[in-house]
């Protein structure tokens, strides 16, 4: 999934008593529009430019050393109440709207550290019979929501902690983190949830293989913000890796009563998705976790799996205002 395209510039607004920035609207061809700040007067309508997205890490440059107290990587924030989802630049390569420029640019994916209760040595890597956990945001997959209109669906919390996976497949038990498989180690917390719940003799008893994929969350995982009391499982997918396929809700729910694990909250489920523009969405995703404190956004999917053409009818939501929280 790039986050480093090529972008027009749509529009250009003024911010009310800000003096030196606007607020422009870029498009990125078929990847959606997006929203960014930008030096008053250095950009201009139908401008090409270069648009880095959510967790881009910029190269250590001269154009970018504004980004420096940000490690240089990009993050959504509020200047003057205003949402900037992305960085916009002068163009400096040749190509066309909607372009993946990452491997121009020398930007990276930026990966989130481990904690320490999280880290341990690498087994290898991450099995290649799985998919990574990597939701598509919604400006990017616009024609995702257009598939899901009048469609069952149901949405969830997108609880903020480390992407976890473990699986059962030709006699072996894994342990994942997002990138990573680990070794065993008592001291891993993934490791922990696992024997907690018992989970390599119950999927070692199927009959097929499977992965489950879930985020850590708790203390010392991302400021912890539900607020929990010890480190637990949010499961959001199962995986059937013999038939290469998700399950849906009702799967993801089957499986839930055997492993006993919990699933992350489901907040709204129905019958038929209504029509939502980009600012419908963006609302619905201003959510707070059960502890009062805003939560950091919504995963959105069609209510049994379905895929449009390479893509999962799945797409998330992030909430501005928890964005804003991070920084």
Request: aromatic residues 10%; charged residues 30%.
């Amino acid at each position: 999934m790039s986050v480093a395209r090529i972008g027009r510039i749509a529009s250009i607004n003024v911010i009310p008593d800000a003096d030196m920035i606007d607020h422009a609207e870029v498009e990125l061809g078929e990847h959606g529009v997006w929203h960014g700040i930008v030096k008053k007067g250095d950009f201009k309508e139908d401008e090409l430019v270069e648009v880095y997205l959510q967790d881009a890490k910029l190269p250590d440059e001269p154009r970018f050393a504004f980004m420096s107290r940000y490690k240089f990587v990009v993050r959504m924030i509020r200047l003057r109440g205003v949402p900037s989802e992305c960085v916009i630049s002068k163009l400096t390569v040749i190509g066309c709207e909607g372009d993946d420029i990452m491997e121009q640019v020398g930007v990276t994916k930026y990966d989130k550290p481990l904690p320490a209760c999280l880290g341990g040595d690498a087994l290898g890597n991450f099995p290649s019979f799985i998919p990574k956990t990597d939701e598509h945001n919604f400006q990017s997959v616009w024609r995702l929501v257009r598939e899901l209109y009048d469609q069952p669906y149901y949405i969830t919390e997108k609880a903020d902690g480390t992407s976890t996976t473990v699986y059962y497949h030709d006699g072996h038990f894994g342990v994942c983190s997002r990138n990573l498989e680990l070794k065993e180690d008592d001291r891993n917390a993934m490791w922990k949830i696992a024997r907690e719940y018992d989970l390599e003799n119950i999927l070692s008893c199927l009959g097929y293989p499977v992965a489950i994929q879930f985020e850590t969350v708790g203390p010392g995982i991302q400021k912890n913000p539900l607020g929990l009391a010890k480190i637990e499982p949010r499961v959001f997918d199962v995986y059937d890796i013999e038939y290469r396929k998700y399950e849906g809700m009702y799967g993801i729910m089957s499986m839930l009563d055997i492993v006993r694990m919990p699933m992350v909250s489901v907040i709204e489920f129905g019958q038929q998705f209504e029509y939502y523009t980009a600012d419908d969405l963006q609302k619905r995703a201003e959510i707070t976790y059960s502890n009062g404190k805003p939560g950091e956004g919504i995963v959105i999917r069609s209510l049994e799996t379905r895929r449009v053409l390479n893509d999962r009818l799945s797409f998330k939501t992030i909430n501005l205002s928890y964005a804003n929280r991070r920084k």
